[in-house]
């Protein structure tokens, strides 16, 4: 495929599998991203890679880089992709993302397909991975005449254990605005046959012990709206659809604490424009009687509740480690939320030498043709590697890399806008991707 080019939009940390994947198949890489130095740095040390400094919203640049190349790797936030994939339709070039298929994307469906374009998306690891492997599964069964009665789907990007050593258990591997934004959403599943609805700020209070293996304390929250997919994997019988979110224990009432006491808010404040004390800026936010500890403490529980003291202490504890109560001055990013990730951020990244740890797990209630039940899990457990790539990096970026050499060399060529859905594309993806390593794990249990 060395006569093959590709131009890759982002230089994110999930970038590098997959330039480095497209450089080993002889694959020439334009990586483009606004500041050329970022760009630069995602290209040293890599054949076939090249750096240009590009911004997407200028649509003349954008359409002659475009125009250059056969394929164009959208790896930027999800609200520039119908940019990019409207210059894909001027130049008839076919596109691949790793973000879900979104309402303005899917209105290009009928231009992609007039210009005769393939447009993959969904294909990193949530989305992406788990979407092989539960419409396989979910194929197999109803080839052989049974049901899918219970469908729960969970995943988390997660440090290892033993780099889980604060007091949310958490590390920052992409944007924390992004992370604790996500947080606030909504959410929306089938249960038992019906409908539930959460709010975003009754989120973590529905977060519950989810068993995977017993060495690891997980606890699952769902994650926005599960209800499209009796449609998407087609299972009309499904009773009960949940697609989650993992983390560790303790972290969903920390959050909830957070969310109680106004800190995830993203309201401007006058007093958040300025280097304040952390102890001031918490009065202000908590509309404290003062900024003595003892005031703040008895304002959080005047607006929250414990489980218990232990949980109490825990939290409280927690508070202090960030700084909340402290001398130390704000970031001033104007908004509590901006503001609290300008100082978390620091705290909660990964040390040299830590490794971060994906888990994915689809549980399966299935009921064959003749009556009997089964109980059927498909699961990935990936560390990283410190000296290379990062779990999550590893698993968004290597399907990635895999669904653009698919499309370049006319294994994946239907035009329109795709996602893994369908056994024509997911089969050649799923024997593709186990060269590197990657695949589910499928059990029965019961």
Same mark, same amino acid.
């Given at each position: 495929?060395?006569?093959?080019?590709?131009?890759?939009?982002?230089?994110?940390?999930?970038?590098?599998?997959?330039?480095?994947?497209?450089?080993?198949?002889?694959?020439?890489?334009?990586?483009?991203?606004?500041?050329?130095?970022?760009?630069?740095?995602?290209?040293?040390?890599?054949?076939?890679?090249?750096?240009?400094?590009?911004?997407?919203?200028?649509?003349?640049?954008?359409?002659?880089?475009?125009?250059?190349?056969?394929?164009?790797?959208?790896?930027?936030?999800?609200?520039?992709?119908?940019?990019?994939?409207?210059?894909?339709?001027?130049?008839?070039?076919?596109?691949?993302?790793?973000?879900?298929?979104?309402?303005?994307?899917?209105?290009?469906?009928?231009?992609?397909?007039?210009?005769?374009?393939?447009?993959?998306?969904?294909?990193?690891?949530?989305?992406?991975?788990?979407?092989?492997?539960?419409?396989?599964?979910?194929?197999?069964?109803?080839?052989?005449?049974?049901?899918?009665?219970?469908?729960?789907?969970?995943?988390?990007?997660?440090?290892?254990?033993?780099?889980?050593?604060?007091?949310?258990?958490?590390?920052?591997?992409?944007?924390?605005?992004?992370?604790?934004?996500?947080?606030?959403?909504?959410?929306?599943?089938?249960?038992?046959?019906?409908?539930?609805?959460?709010?975003?700020?009754?989120?973590?209070?529905?977060?519950?012990?989810?068993?995977?293996?017993?060495?690891?304390?997980?606890?699952?929250?769902?994650?926005?709206?599960?209800?499209?997919?009796?449609?998407?994997?087609?299972?009309?019988?499904?009773?009960?659809?949940?697609?989650?979110?993992?983390?560790?224990?303790?972290?969903?009432?920390?959050?909830?604490?957070?969310?109680?006491?106004?800190?995830?808010?993203?309201?401007?404040?006058?007093?958040?424009?300025?280097?304040?004390?952390?102890?001031? *800026?918490?009065?202000?936010?908590?509309?404290?009687?003062?900024?003595?500890?003892?005031?703040?403490?008895?304002?959080?529980?005047?607006?929250?509740?414990?489980?218990?003291?232990?949980?109490?202490?825990?939290?409280?504890?927690?508070?202090?480690?960030?700084?909340?109560?402290?001398?130390?001055?704000?970031?001033?990013?104007?908004?509590?939320?901006?503001?609290?990730? *300008?100082?978390?951020?620091?705290?909660?990244?990964?040390?040299?030498?830590?490794?971060?740890?994906?888990?994915?797990?689809?549980?399966?209630?299935?009921?064959?043709?003749?009556?009997?039940?089964?109980?059927?899990?498909?699961?990935?457990?990936?560390?990283?590697?410190?000296?290379?790539?990062?779990?999550?990096?590893?698993?968004?970026?290597?399907?990635?890399?895999?669904?653009?050499?698919?499309?370049?060399?006319?294994?994946?060529?239907?035009?329109?806008?795709?996602?893994?859905?369908?056994?024509?594309?997911?089969?050649?993806?799923?024997?593709?991707?186990?060269?590197?390593?990657?695949?589910?794990?499928?059990?029965?249990?019961?």
């Amino acid at each position: 495929m060395s006569d093959k080019k590709v131009l890759l939009l982002g230089a994110g940390f999930v970038t590098l599998p997959t330039v480095q994947v497209l450089s080993d198949s002889g694959i020439q890489v334009t990586v483009a991203c606004r500041t050329i130095g970022n760009a630069k740095k995602l290209c040293k040390d890599t054949k076939n890679a090249h750096p240009i400094s590009l911004d997407v919203t200028d649509s003349k640049s954008l359409d002659i880089e475009v125009g250059k190349v056969d394929i164009v790797v959208s790896l930027i936030p999800y609200e520039f992709h119908a940019t990019v994939i409207k210059a894909a339709i001027r130049a008839k070039k076919n596109v691949v993302t790793t973000s879900y298929v979104s309402p303005a994307m899917l209105e290009l469906e009928e231009a992609a397909k007039e210009a005769g374009i393939t447009v993959m998306n969904e294909i990193g690891l949530d989305p992406g991975i788990d979407h092989l492997y539960a419409v396989k599964t979910i194929n197999e069964v109803h080839d052989a005449g049974g049901k899918i009665i219970s469908f729960v789907s969970m995943c988390g990007g997660l440090p290892a254990p033993e780099a889980s050593d604060n007091p949310l258990g958490y590390k920052f591997s992409w944007s924390p605005k992004g992370v604790l934004l996500a947080l606030r959403n909504s959410a929306k599943y089938y249960k038992d046959g019906k409908v539930v609805e959460v709010t975003g700020p009754e989120l973590m209070g529905t977060a519950k012990p989810y068993f995977i293996y017993p060495g690891f304390s997980f606890v699952g929250y769902p994650n926005r709206d599960s209800t499209p997919y009796r449609e998407r994997y087609n299972i009309p019988e499904a009773q009960t659809i949940i697609r989650g979110t993992l983390r560790f224990q303790g972290f969903p009432e920390f959050v909830r604490v957070l969310v109680d006491l106004g800190f995830l808010s993203q309201e401007k404040q006058v007093f958040l424009e300025k280097p304040i004390s952390w102890k001031e *800026a918490t009065q202000k936010i908590l509309n404290a009687k003062s900024d003595s500890e003892s005031d703040l403490a008895l304002a959080v529980n005047s607006k929250t509740h414990f489980a218990n003291n232990e949980d109490n202490a825990r939290i409280m504890t927690g508070l202090r480690w960030i700084g909340l109560f402290s001398d130390e001055k704000i970031i001033p990013r104007g908004t509590p939320l901006d503001t609290l990730c *300008a100082t978390l951020e620091p705290k909660m990244q990964y040390s040299p030498g830590e490794r971060d740890l994906v888990m994915l797990q689809h549980k399966f209630e299935i009921e064959h043709k003749d009556g009997s039940k089964e109980t059927r899990t498909s699961t990935l457990c990936e560390y990283g590697d410190p000296s290379g790539y990062s779990a999550m990096a590893k698993l968004v970026g290597v399907p990635c890399a895999v669904a653009i050499k698919l499309v370049l060399n006319g294994t994946i060529s239907e035009s329109g806008i795709l996602a893994p859905m369908s056994p024509r594309f997911n089969d050649p993806l799923m024997a593709e991707l186990k060269k590197y390593g990657i695949e589910m794990e499928e059990k029965t249990l019961a």
